[in-house]
């Protein structure tokens, strides 16, 4: 079973999924910024008995892109 660290406090299984709340603080983002991504279709995810799930691929690739994002600012 490979870890895969979201940040310095969690890891998760590589290949398992966050809820919408703990993938948002895990890229650094507000939940609702998430929801709208998801509604645009631009992130994967998956609901299961109404909860709303997203693999840590998508959160690891959107943490990259915000990072990337913010060095492109300084």
Do not use: C
């Amino acid at each position: 079973m490979t870890m895969v660290k979201i940040n310095k406090d969690t890891e998760v299984i590589a290949g398992g999924s966050l809820t919408v709340n703990a993938a948002s603080e895990a890229i650094g983002i507000h939940h609702m910024t998430l929801y709208r991504h998801i509604e645009q279709g631009t992130v994967a995810w998956y609901r299961i008995d109404g909860v709303t799930f997203v693999p840590v691929t998508e959160v690891l690739r959107l943490r990259k892109l915000k990072e990337s994002r913010a060095t492109e600012r300084l």
